[in-house]
């Protein structure tokens, strides 16, 4: 009996090892990717406000997961999330529709399609899928993805009209126990739907609103992405600070010391 118990604690210890060998390669993996040779040195410039490693981290990134990341737009973090997945895990692209009636939208597609065929190396494993509700919703197949991802976009859809369905369309893609992860320009609380059809500036309460009519509850959230010198009160929304700059020179340098927009870390998880 004490020979099994203690292979039994021997076993238990070689796979808490393992799992902590995999973390530890995983953490080293993202650090060297936010600064890699194929990014875009612009998109490197951009570490500093959209810390990448503390925000995956926080999401509970994996690289052997199957992972969608919502509207990829530029390929910001494509250049990191694809390689990082490229061996062990999947990586589902969510992008625009080339049918879309949105002047800026296939246009946009077509350049990121253009970035991934400039870097075949990198990224011929990506997977791109479309998300333009009430069209296109499937952007992963149903119950198939271990995390989902979006990066400044609520605004857009509440924009749109759409974000009741955006979220639906996630908790449909994620496994039960899968992550839903956010980072959102935050306004104020209490600011009303004028401001968050305007301003690009999403409350936290209204975010977790959505989120939860969809079906998935919040586990944590973090300030990783906080910047208290936002006060989102801007002539020109969330545009007028970088990297948008919509002003132009006007105050330029009072913009750029305020750096991009204050953010909320949201990490929401679908039951199982």
Partial sequence: MRLQTLNLTAAVSLALFSVSA???????????????DHRDPANIER?????PVETLQFFGIESDMTVVEVLPGGGWYT??????????????????????????????LERYRQKLANHNEIYDEVIVTRLHPPADTEIAPA????????FRNVHNWIMAGTQEEHFEAFYRALKPGGV??????????????????????????????????????????????????????????????????RLGDENRDTYLAIGESDRMTLKFRKPE
């Fill in 79 to 108: 250049e990191i999330l694809a390689p990082f997945l490229k061996e062990n895990g999947t990586y589902y692209a969510a992008h625009f529709s080339p049918t879309s009636g949105i002047s800026y939208q296939p246009p946009m």
């Fill in 47 to 51: 570490n500093q406000y959209r810390n």
């Fill in 180 to 245: 839903l992860g956010v980072v959102e320009h935050r306004a104020p609380e209490g600011s009303g739907m004028d401001v968050m059809e305007t301003t690009g500036y999403v409350t936290e309460a209204y975010t977790i609103e959505l989120a939860q009519a969809a079906g998935f509850y919040l586990e944590e959230k973090s300030e990783i992405n906080a910047n208290p010198l936002d006060t989102a009160d801007h002539p020109s929304g969330v545009w007028t600070l970088p990297p948008t700059l």
């Fill in 22 to 36: 995999v973390q530890a390669d995983d953490a080293q993996r993202l650090q060297e990717l936010i600064t890699a």
């Fill in 143 to 150: 119950g198939s993805a271990d995390m989902v991802l979006t």
